[in-house]
């Protein structure tokens, strides 16, 4: 585009004859400027920006409608453990039974040995909480303390092979388990038929995975269309 929007507020993306034909934003000053280009590419979750940056009409109804019962979002406590040992050779565990806080836990060194340093294994354990919970600080230790008790029941040497931890609260995220009919094509495609130079990546859209990998994913796909795009 030729022009810095860094920190500025994105308004609107301007579609003129089926062709996307520029942004509007605002800057902290709250003046608003018309930004001409032919190509946008919206990571926000697509189902917020269809709704929000877009005249009436501009987007069928119909549309809208099916890609707003996507929206499925949680919030979530999560836990980066360093060890000293590796505990199991498996990328994924998933605790079975309501007596466990822990939902999932995830072997990142076994994903990725370059994250942890030679003779280190990185783990990450999380769980699902209400909104509120991400805010109460008591809460979110007394939930990171259950699921270290129910890591070490499941892994004897966790106790005593831990180096770290980092305790994390995400009050707003993509749904981590996603529902039958909110998965694969039946997801936001990459692109809206009939409009052209408009793209969409992220974990709302067509992908595979969860979370990162999955917004990963789709931006992996989406980018030949953008690029042949470019080239026309």
Same mark, same amino acid.
């Given at each position: 585009?030729g022009k810095?929007?860094?920190?500025?507020?994105?308004? !609107?993306?301007?579609v003129e004859?089926? &062709?996307?034909?520029g942004? =509007?934003? &605002?800057?902290?000053?709250g003046?608003?400027q018309?930004?001409s280009t032919?190509?946008?590419?919206i990571s926000?979750? $697509?189902? @917020?920006?269809l709704?929000?940056?877009f005249?009436?009409?501009?987007?069928?109804? !119909? *549309?809208i409608q099916? /890609?707003? !019962?996507?929206n &499925?979002?949680?919030? #979530? /406590?999560e836990?980066?453990f360093?060890?000293k040992?590796?505990i199991?050779?498996?990328?994924?565990v *998933?605790?079975v039974?309501?007596?466990?806080?822990?939902?999932?836990?995830?072997f990142?060194?076994?994903?990725?040995?370059s994250?942890?340093?030679?003779g280190?294994h990185l783990i990450? %354990?999380?769980t699902? #909480?209400?909104?509120? #919970?991400?805010?109460?600080?008591? %809460?979110?230790k007394?939930?990171?303390?259950?699921?270290?008790n129910?890591?070490?029941s /499941?892994y004897p &040497?966790?106790e005593s092979?831990?180096?770290w931890?980092?305790?994390? $609260?995400?009050?707003l995220v993509?749904?981590?388990?996603?529902?039958?009919g909110?998965v694969?094509?039946?997801?936001?495609?990459?692109?809206?038929?009939?409009?052209e130079?408009?793209? *969409?990546?992220?974990d709302?859209?067509?992908?595979?995975g969860?979370?990162t990998?999955? $917004?990963a994913h789709s931006s /992996? =796909?989406? @980018?030949?269309?953008?690029?042949?795009?470019?080239?026309?």
């Amino acid at each position: 585009m030729g022009k810095s929007i860094h920190n500025n507020l994105l308004k !609107k993306i301007i579609v003129e004859n089926s &062709k996307v034909t520029g942004i =509007l934003v &605002k800057d902290i000053s709250g003046i608003e400027q018309h930004i001409s280009t032919n190509c946008v590419v919206i990571s926000y979750p $697509a189902y @917020h920006a269809l709704n929000q940056l877009f005249d009436k009409n501009i987007i069928d109804e !119909k *549309f809208i409608q099916k /890609i707003n !019962k996507l929206n &499925k979002t949680t919030s #979530v /406590i999560e836990v980066h453990f360093a060890l000293k040992s590796k505990i199991d050779s498996r990328q994924v565990v *998933f605790p079975v039974g309501t007596e466990y806080t822990t939902k999932g836990i995830f072997f990142i060194s076994n994903i990725t040995p370059s994250v942890s340093p030679p003779g280190e294994h990185l783990i990450i %354990a999380g769980t699902p #909480v209400s909104p509120e #919970v991400t805010d109460d600080t008591n %809460a979110i230790k007394s939930i990171v303390d259950k699921m270290k008790n129910e890591i070490t029941s /499941i892994y004897p &040497k966790f106790e005593s092979d831990l180096i770290w931890e980092r305790p994390m $609260a995400w009050k707003l995220v993509e749904s981590v388990v996603k529902e039958p009919g909110k998965v694969w094509k039946s997801k936001m495609p990459h692109q809206i038929s009939g409009i052209e130079g408009l793209f *969409f990546v992220g974990d709302s859209t067509v992908s595979y995975g969860i979370g990162t990998d999955s $917004a990963a994913h789709s931006s /992996i =796909l989406c @980018h030949p269309k953008i690029e042949s795009y470019l080239k026309c």
